[in-house]
Each structure stands twice: as structure tokens, then as C-alpha cells.
């Protein structure tokens, strides 16, 4: 799955061993799984080891046996207690390089680190991204340290942010780790604030968007607002920070964990994030964006204005909270004080 259809999600849950040394794995669907395509439910459980696009083929070639029958679709829907059998060819790439590239890490200790993620870095290794990842540099900076319950592509990983999404993200050093910290995402034990600028001026200093997400029917980047039963429920609660004239800096606390969850959110509510090409129908603002007639060509931020800016959760041996912040990126600074310096609030 791509880093682009991403935002904030829980990994898988560490795999058995069987499943990483590619012997067939059995599942049993259970109630809260019902209703989910079977490509995206076989991955879900190979994490990160296989493509979406390989499930599929294997599914196609027969490889996927829903009650003891090749499914031939990828696009049925399983039912509570489907017994599925999945035997899947071993993947056609190598285990992530370790790469030194420098992380900014605001916490660790010998189970787990937090570190600040830069934009424009891909999470973990996939088609067209193979180095430069959040995984090589965790690679090089941990070594053996890492969870690979989830599949080596993804050591570490316990949840996930979008390639142009900055911020607080969570790294396991074991398996053990791993679970627990992915299972506190699941339940949403998980306390997670991010900034945004977003495009458009919102008429409440605070509110809540509650609108349900599904995938666009036509196009698979892209989630949209949807009344359709199979769409999954999405609250988000929002927070006005500062206005100005034209944008406004939002503080916002997903409920839930959807993908894209906050930036559909905020398109729904008519201010998208700033800059956000697939929601905003933009990829950068530029200072003459801001200064009518203005013949400065300066580019304040080319990537969405999206900051993953707190992230608070149970250490999973002391119980106590560990709480991480990650200041705002310079791109997004700069987006501020020209704001601030150009379009002051009325």
C-alpha cells in the first residue's frame, strides 16, 4: 500500500513466524472485519512483505480460498466466520538498506523512540521508493532493534503518516512492543493532535466534523464523504489557533484513524489543508500568492500544511503516559509569518 493513501493508520499485528517464512496462512474472519474487500483484508494480515497489486494477482491465479474454494475476485466482501486459506508467492524485492540518514528522534528509551518524520519522506519501502525511507534511516540508526513482526519493510512501524505529512511518529524495538502499542491505535487509546493551515477561513474557533470516509469510486488516491453503509465512521474536533484574512490555523484531534481522515474532513467542512493537491486542488502557495501585484516568486510551502504535532500514549512495561511534541517544520512556519506579516485578521 501506498504512503499517499496513508494518514495516522495502526500497522497489522506482528505476524507468526509461519507467515514470514511464506507458508500458507490460515484466517477465520471475524464480525468487526465483515463487509472488507478481500484484497484489502488479505493484506492487512501479510503487512508489509506484499503490494495490494500482488494480492490481487495471487487472488486471481487462485492463490486465495475462501471455504475451501478459489475466490477469483478481489473485490468480494467476507462474511463473519469465512475461512480463508492464502498461499502467496515469496516477494520479488529485497529487505530495506540501512541508510545514514538523520533523524531527529524527540524520544526513545530500549522498547521504543519517537521521532519527528520531515516532509517529504516516504515512510516505508514500496513500489517507486525503495530508499530514502523513515525504514532505511531507522535501519541504520537502530540496526537489529527494530520490530519485523509486520514484514522487514516495515521494521518498526507501528502506525503510519503520509509521505508530505510532518511530525510525531512511533517506532517499536520488538514484537512484543509492537502489539501493545498497535492495539492501544486500535482501541484509540492513542491521543493524537495535529496543526494545520488550511485554506478558507472556518466559522466556529471550535467544532467537530463527523462524516463517514470511503474510497472514491474512480479514483483509489482519494477518500470522500459518504452516507453509504459500507463507509466507515470518521469524528474529528477541531480548534482555531490564529485567523487570518483568506486561512486559518486549526489544531485538530482525530477521534478515529481513517485514511486522509483530517484532510477530507476539513475540504468537508469548505477549508481544505493548504496546499494540498488532492484535496485542495493545489500543491504549494507561493509569496505572491499572498501579495497581489507582488513580483516576489518565493515558494512558502510546496507540500500539504500538515503537522503531526502531539502524540501521547500508555509505555507498555511502566503504564505510565509518554507524551512527545514536534515542532512546526520551517515550511510551515514561513506559511505563518508571511500570514501574519501580509494577511492579518480584520
Known amino acids: 500500500m501506498s504512503d499517499d493513501l496513508d494518514d495516522d493508520l495502526p500497522e497489522p499485528a506482528p505476524l507468526t513466524p509461519s507467515v514470514r517464512l511464506r507458508e500458507p496462512l490460515e484466517l477465520t474472519v471475524m464480525v468487526r472485519s ?8 488479505v493484506l492487512l494480515h501479510l503487512g508489509a512483505d506484499f503490494s495490494r497489486s500482488e494480492v ?3 487472488i486471481e491465479a487462485g492463490g486465495v480460498a475462501v471455504n475451501g474454494r478459489p475466490a477469483g475476485k478481489a473485490s468480494y466482501k467476507v462474511r463473519r466466520n469465512d475461512r480463508l486459506r492464502v498461499e502467496m508467492p515469496a516477494p520479488d524485492h529485497d529487505i530495506p538498506v540501512p541508510e545514514d540518514i538523520p533523524l531527529d528522534i524527540l524520544y526513545q528509551d530500549e522498547l521504543l523512540a519517537v521521532v519527528n518524520k520531515p516532509p517529504d519522506m516516504v515512510v516505508h519501502p514500496a513500489k517507486g521508493n525503495w530508499s530514502g525511507t523513515l525504514v532505511n534511516a531507522l535501519q541504520w540508526h537502530f540496526r537489529e532493534q527494530l520490530s519485523t513482526g509486520s514484514g522487514h519493510l516495515r521494521a518498526g512501524i507501528v502506525h503510519r503518516l503520509d509521505k508530505d505529512t510532518s511530525g510525531v511518529i512511533l517506532v517499536a524495538k520488538d514484537d512484543a512492543t509492537h502489539r501493545a502499542l498497535a492495539t492501544q491505535f486500535e482501541t484509540r487509546k492513542v491521543f493524537k493532535e495535529y496543526v494545520a493551515v488550511a485554506a478558507g477561513e472556518l466559522d466556529r474557533d471550535s467544532d467537530y466534523i463527523e462524516a463517514a470516509l470511503k474510497q472514491h469510486p474512480h479514483d483509489r488516491l482519494r477518500m470522500i464523504v459518504s452516507a453509504d453503509p459500507d463507509a466507515k465512521p470518521a469524528l474529528s474536533y477541531y480548534e482555531v489557533l490564529e485567523r487570518f484574512r483568506g486561512f486559518t490555523l486549526v489544531k485538530v484531534q482525530p477521534r478515529t484513524g481513517r485514511t486522509h481522515q483530517i484532510r477530507v474532513h476539513l475540504q468537508h467542512a469548505g477549508c481544505p489543508v493548504l496546499a494540498d493537491r488532492l484535496y485542495g486542488g493545489r500543491d504549494q502557495l507561493k509569496l505572491s500568492d499572498l501579495v497581489p501585484g507582488s513580483a516576489a516568486d518565493e515558494v512558502l510551502i510546496g507540500r500539504q500544511a500538515l503537522h503531526a504535532y502531539r502524540l501521547r500514549f500508555r509505555h507498555p512495561r511502566t503504564d505510565g503516559w509518554v507524551e512527545a511534541e ?7 512556519r514561513a506559511v505563518l509569518d508571511a500570514l501574519r506579516r501580509h494577511r492579518p485578521y480584520r
Open 326 to 332: 514536534a515542532p512546526l517544520p520551517a515550511d510551515m
Open 56 to 58: 490481487q494477482r495471487a
Open 34 to 41: 465483515e463487509g472488507m474487500r478481500l484484497d484489502q483484508y
